[in-house]
């Protein structure tokens, strides 16, 4: 084994910083759908 492959840490490749990314982003727009649906129903509650 080179050093290389010694110090690097699981999850540390392109693909999952890749996949981590996506994730990230996919967890942003459900976060932002909660949010705007939960002050629709404030606003049309009349609050």
Avoid: T
Wanted: positive net charge; glycine residues 10%; without cysteine.
């Amino acid at each position: 084994m080179s050093g290389d492959d010694r110090n690097r840490r699981p999850g540390d490749s392109k693909v999952h910083r890749a996949k981590r990314g996506k994730n990230l982003a996919i967890l942003a727009a459900l976060v932002a759908f909660i949010v705007i649906v939960y002050f629709v129903a404030i606003v049309r509650m009349g609050g």
